[in-house]
């Protein structure tokens, strides 16, 4: 195990309830996150033992000064993987160290951008497991167009593969049992993508594969951060999010290669007013659109290579679609990840370069999810998100068919 | 075949979708109110709930809530003549959303597919 550098000021040895923000160079926004982190434990859960933990990346800006100077009544511990060490989850995997050494029974993860947390976030994602959940997601609003990954492939491929809806796979905000910390820090199918942007969706997945009690905590506010255009950043996200989703079908597909229907998760947290709308958030369609034309430029002979004969036959097509008649039919686009899934398991190419090439299609996705709902209000493109599903649902055969035995 | 359990205050609703579901040969219990759901649910032990959201006497969304916290598993589809439900945050505990219709091709296609969504065990 990497080691850690570890500031304990006050030398906390245990406690039940810890509230852990991972964060690198976050030294401008962790302040408020903190503070809220705080409220919500005092308020919320008198009488338990409870402290903050910054799990960092060795930041640069100062932000274990900003997490230490933030309004905070509760006890607060920083732990940082060595300089040059990044990811998002190697800071849960030291969480789940220290949360093991702690032998707490309660973890409420928030990111450390939050603008839109308030007290009772701690509470909805913290209560549940002091009941009988194993694991919380969080379950807001979001602007339509933020979380395309989320509304694209991770909600639709976990939920048709492991039969539970949860609206959040990656939602970046969670709770999980203490006993769950300490499965994730032995479980074997840890790797780099994981130690990265894969670490919400693996957690996700294991909750659901071992049928951990899950519950999704509804928030009330909308979750408002750093908000990004799908057309301008995707990075090493994508890879590490799909790539994990990929990585996990391996292992876990005589469990989901059963499933057919997928069922809905219970839902905490009621009552907590009025539902706020969330910002707008705007989207570059034509930038979506030449990189799609890119792509199919630049990946033509990754994507023969990796889609059926018919897939790919059938993405000819939308290639030659003008512009201003664009479209990425879902069905089209469920077997082009069933397809990928496949590809990535039999390693018809290089796992980084099948990964590269399916970004493009995943902009020509988004491109056309964008204008399908682009008259609508969010409850209408929250339909639009729940029959994508219902169609990724009844592709499944497909699926599991090429998977094969 | 299926026990299918159907909750709606409307009696010529719980008329036609009795006959319809027997026809396909599920057994149907028809209620007109969603109070005592957790002692109707014990005593029929059905497969599904088809359930009503406006009722006179009680809100479907507060029933399913009962249904959720006794009956985790018991797969429920939610039938109401308003599409505005579905954007209650309440109705995401159901399985399935339908808006009343005459024609029962979609309600069916949905109850097929509730009793389909089994999560497999060990």
Known sequence: MADWILENPENVSEADIVVGIPSYNEADAIAFPTQQASLGLQEYFKGYRTVIVNCDNASTDNTKDAFFNAPCEVPRIYVSTPPGV????????NLFRLVTELGAQAVVVVD???????PRWIKALGEPLLDDFGFVAPLYLRHKYDGTITNNIAYPLTRCLYGRRVRQPIGGDFGFSGELARFYLEHETWNDDVAQFGIDIWMTTLAMYFRKPITQAFLGRPKIHRPKDPAASLGPMFRQVVGTIFHLMEPFAPFWREVRRSRPTAIF???????EQPPPVNVNVDALYQKFRDGADRYDAAWKE??????YAKLAEVRQLEPAHFEFPIPLWAHVLYDMAVAHRDRVLPREDLLDSLAPLYFGRTLSFVRSTEGMALRQAEEYVEDQCLVFEDAKPYLVERWGA | MARILIVDDEEHIRTLYTLELEDEGHEVCALESGRNIVEHVESFRPDVVILDIKMVDVSGLDVLQEIRNRFYDLPVILCSAYGSYKGDIKSVAADYYVVKSSDLTELKRKIEQALEARIPQD
């Open chain 1, 86 to 93: 990044k990811g998002k989850g190697n800071n849960f995997r």
């Open chain 1, 269 to 275: 947290g009621f009552g907590l007013g009025e539902t």
């Open chain 1, 112 to 118: 450390a951008d939050l603008k839109s947390i308030t």
């Open chain 1, 306 to 311: 990796a889609l059926a004969p018919a897939t």
